[in-house]
């Protein structure tokens, strides 16, 4: 809570018979700590008071242990649902992630880091893609640019 990280340090994988086991995930780059801001750590621990002697964060209330993978789909789908929003694929929210963090400022590698990639290249061709927004700030920055130079 100090130090305002969260540790990815395990993984829920579905083994080829269809059952879960937990691991640790499959790169070294995935091991890490992910910074979060003050206003999550607070959310967080106003979560943890709601079930302070559970050894997970968010445990189902049904069974108190930990969320079956397609559960949290399912919980995500509801969540939009119930919002009015559209349909986006659970794993969609890190190409959201990497490309809203991309167009407010974060560099590349930073971004790469937090989504527990070996290079920033990968993370830039697979998770980040080019809204008119950023491309009309490109666009604004380079005539600015040539306007200087003329």
Known sequence: ??????????QYVRNPDGSLALSEPKTET???QVS???????LLKEEYTKHPDSKYMFPPPLTGEMYHPD???????????DAGLDH???HDLRHIYATLAI?????AKTVSSILGHYDAGFTL?????????????????VGCFIARAV
């Not at 809570?1 to 395990?10: P, Q």
């Not at 061709?125 to 920055?141: G, I, L, N, S």
């Open 1 to 10: 809570m100090e130090a305002k990280t969260i540790s990815v340090s395990k």
């Open 30 to 32: 995935s091991i890490r």
């Open 88 to 90: 986006i694929r659970f």
């Open 125 to 141: 061709r697979t998770y980040t893609h080019a809204t008119p927004a950023m491309q009309q700030a490109a666009a604004d920055k």
């Open 103 to 107: 167009q407010n400022g974060v560099d």
């Open 36 to 42: 979060i801001p003050q206003t999550a750590v607070d």
């Open 71 to 81: 559960s949290v789909v399912n919980l995500h789908k509801k969540i939009l649902r």
